[in-house]
C-alpha cells in the first residue's frame, strides 16, 4: 500500500524567510510519481510539480525547488524568500507508474498549512 | 489557465433534495476523471473514478446510490449527490488526467476549482 507523510500540520514564516515542507512516502512499486500542490484559501488544487521516481535531480522552479532523495523515500519542497501570497495548504501525493488497470490514482499527504505574515 | 472547470462553485439546498455538479475538461478529452471530497482542514478523499462509457468505480465506503456520477461525453462528469443531508456537506473537487496524449494513464491529474456543497 502507499502512504505519504507530511509530518508539518502547520508552519508560519515571516515574509523573505525560506520554507521546506516535507514530505516522506512509501511504496513498493519500483517507479512511481510524486507531485506537489498547492492549495489556497479559494479551494482549487494548483499543480505544482510531477517528478518520476527514476529521475532523482532536483529541481528549480524560480523560489521554489524540490528535493528528491530515493535513499530516505523524500520528496522536500523549499520556498525561497516567501511571500504572502504563498501562503496556502501545501499536498504531496504518489501515483504508481504502471497500474494494474484504469488510471493510475493519487494518494494524499494529509497537507501542510504555511502561513506566511507581512 | 484553467484546464478543469467546475460548476457550481457554491451551492446551497434543504435536506432531501438532490444536487448536481458537473466536471468540465477545457480543450481537452478526458475519458476519466476523478470526484474527490475534502473536509475543513483534511486531505483529499478519493470517491470514485468516472469513466466514459461505462460505470464508474467507487472506492470503499462510497455509497453509489448516493453518490451518482454519470460521464456523459469525453469532457463531462457529473456528480449528483441525492436525498442530500446536511452530513453530506463538504467541499468537492473533481480532476482530470491531462498528458501530451490526452489519454495516458498515468496523465497529471488537473483538478477543478471545487464544489462547495452546504446542506441545510
Known amino acids: 500500500a502507499q502512504k505519504v507523510t507530511q509530518a508539518q500540520t502547520e508552519i508560519s514564516v515571516v515574509e523573505k524567510e525560506d520554507v521546506t515542507l516535507d514530505c516522506v512516502y512509501e511504496t513498493r512499486d519500483t517507479t512511481y510519481y510524486l507531485f506537489w500542490y498547492k492549495q489556497p484559501p479559494s479551494g482549487e488544487l494548483v499543480f505544482l510539480i510531477r517528478r518520476n521516481s527514476f529521475d532523482e535531480q532536483n529541481e528549480i522552479s524560480g523560489r521554489y525547488s524540490w528535493n528528491f532523495q530515493k535513499s530516505t523515500s523524500s520528496f522536500n519542497f523549499t520556498i525561497t524568500a516567501s511571500q504572502v501570497v504563498d501562503s496556502a495548504v501545501y499536498f504531496c501525493?504518489?501515483?504508481?507508474?504502471?497500474?494494474?488497470?484504469?488510471?493510475?490514482?493519487?494518494?494524499f499527504g494529509k497537507g501542510t498549512m504555511l502561513l506566511v505574515s507581512p | 489557465g484553467a484546464v478543469v472547470s467546475q460548476h457550481p462553485s457554491r451551492v446551497i439546498c434543504k435536506s432531501g433534495t438532490s444536487v448536481k455538479i458537473e466536471c468540465r475538461s477545457l480543450?481537452?478529452?478526458?475519458?476519466?476523471m476523478f470526484w474527490y471530497r475534502q473536509f475543513p482542514k483534511k486531505s483529499l478523499m478519493l470517491m470514485a473514478t468516472?469513466?466514459?462509457?461505462?460505470?464508474?468505480?467507487?472506492e470503499q465506503g462510497v455509497e453509489k446510490d448516493k453518490f451518482l456520477i454519470n460521464h456523459a461525453s469525453l469532457t463531462l462528469s457529473t456528480l449528483t449527490v441525492t436525498s442530500a443531508h446536511p452530513e453530506d456537506s463538504s467541499f468537492y473537487i473533481c480532476?482530470?488526467?491531462?498528458?501530451?496524449?490526452?489519454?495516458?494513464?498515468?496523465?497529471?491529474?488537473?483538478f477543478g476549482p471545487g464544489t462547495r456543497l452546504t446542506v441545510l
Open positions: 480543450d481537452f478529452q478526458a475519458t476519466t
Open positions: 468516472s469513466n466514459e462509457g461505462s460505470k464508474a468505480t467507487y
Open positions: 480532476s482530470a488526467p491531462k498528458g501530451a496524449s490526452g489519454r495516458g494513464r498515468t496523465d497529471t491529474q488537473y
Open positions: 501525493a504518489l501515483s504508481e507508474a504502471w497500474p494494474n488497470s484504469g488510471y493510475s490514482t493519487l494518494t
